[in-house]
């Protein structure tokens, strides 16, 4: 199983998703594409995008970072690593949670998965 996806549920982001089998469970590989016109800075705590399969169940409470971003700019995350779902079908809750020049960005998507 392979799945990739672009959402665009927040103003001039981009959050790009890749999920894929791996050994013992998924990986998701995800970024952030800025396309606005002028440069911005962007603040979040981290993990900048949480992935899990409990809609409830996102934290957000590592440490502070701050970057800036110029159009076009793509800023990768760490891939997240999940076990195996219990079901050969199921959703996966992915958040993003930022502030953009102190306006805050919440960016939220499902992707129902799909095992053999």
Do not use: C, W
Not at 3 to 18: C, G, N, Q, Y
Not at 71 to 92: R, T, V, W
């Amino acid at each position: 199983m392979t799945a990739t996806s672009t959402v665009t549920e927040a103003e001039d982001f981009l959050l790009h998703l890749r999920i894929e089998e791996i050994e013992g469970g998924i990986q998701i590989q995800h970024s952030l594409q800025y396309i606005g016109a002028d440069r911005i800075i962007i603040e979040h705590q981290t993990p900048l995008v949480s992935v899990s399969y409990n809609e409830f169940n996102h934290d957000f409470t590592g440490s502070h970072v701050s970057m800036e971003l110029d159009s076009g700019d793509i800023y990768p995350q760490l891939n997240a690593l999940l076990p195996f779902p219990e079901h050969n079908k199921d959703m996966l809750y992915i958040q993003a949670n930022f502030t953009a020049n102190g306006k805050k960005i919440h960016i939220e998507h499902v992707e129902e998965l799909n095992f053999q």
